[in-house]
């Protein structure tokens, strides 16, 4: 019945971990994706780097603020299994 019990947990702590690192993934694919609509809206309005640099830096910033709140999260989550476990 332990070893049940340490093998659900240790699934469920694997899993949040992997929900974690694939924030970088998302991070790479929101850069880009803003970086292009940043750049069709310059071409369109004349205005070279600015919306690219803007709309760069808000994705940036949104998916660090979000990668930050799932990593305090997981870190939350993971101190508890490991008291329990104690």
């Known amino acids: 019945m332990l ?15 992997v929900l974690v690192s694939a924030w ?3 991070i790479v694919v929101s850069s880009l994706l803003f ?8 071409v369109a309005f004349n205005t070279e780097p600015t919306f690219m640099i ?3 830096v ?3 910033s949104l ?4 990668l930050y709140k ?3 999260r997981t870190s939350q989550y993971l101190s508890r299994a490991r008291h329990r476990r104690a």
């Open 35 to 42: 970086l292009y609509v940043g750049r069709r809206i310059d």
């Open 54 to 56: 803007g709309l760069l």
């Open 3 to 17: 070893t049940k019990r340490r093998t659900t947990a240790d699934a469920k702590s694997i899993n949040q971990i």
């Open 70 to 72: 799932d990593y305090v």
């Open 24 to 26: 970088s993934f998302t």
């Open 58 to 60: 808000l994705g940036i």
């Open 63 to 66: 998916c660090v603020l979000r």
